[in-house]
């Protein structure tokens, strides 16, 4: 069985950074299509990043420079560093994962079948 497990959120002042992790089990990541989302309250679940398994990489304009997404295959494990975080980053983040990763950043949020339980990342002014 699949499962995602997010860590590392937290409380920082704008400005600071922070590392999320996403340990995978009951699969490998190196197949896979993988993402960060993350939703604040009364907002949609919003796309951050993606990470296909050739490695290439896409970006919301709103964390381009800031937002990095990498992920380690030999420990099937994603990452989000975070860096300049705003107070608007202040969400929910999530890590999900696609079986197939032709299309990738573009794909339907439906079509991500697999996400962890989310870590909160609040960032003060």
């Known amino acids: 069985q699949v499962q995602l497990a997010e860590s590392g959120g937290g409380s920082v002042q704008a400005g600071g950074s922070l590392r999320l992790s996403c340990a995978a089990s009951?699969?490998?990541?190196?197949?896979?299509?993988m993402g960060w989302f993350r939703q604040a309250p009364g907002k949609e679940r919003e796309r951050i990043a993606t990470?296909?398994?050739?490695?290439?990489?896409r970006y919301t304009d709103s964390v381009k420079g800031r937002f990095t997404i990498s992920k380690d295959n030999a420990k099937n494990t994603l990452y989000l560093d975070m860096n300049s975080l705003k107070p608007e980053d202040t969400a929910m983040y999530y890590c999900?994962?696609?079986?197939?990763?032709?299309?990738?950043?573009?794909?339907?949020?439906?079509?991500?079948?697999?996400w962890g339980q989310g870590t909160q990342v609040t960032v003060s002014s």
């Open positions: 999900a994962a696609r079986r197939s990763d032709g299309v990738c950043y573009l794909a339907h949020i439906s079509t991500f079948a697999y």
């Open positions: 009951g699969y490998t990541y190196s197949s896979y299509c």
């Open positions: 990470i296909r398994s050739d490695g290439s990489t």
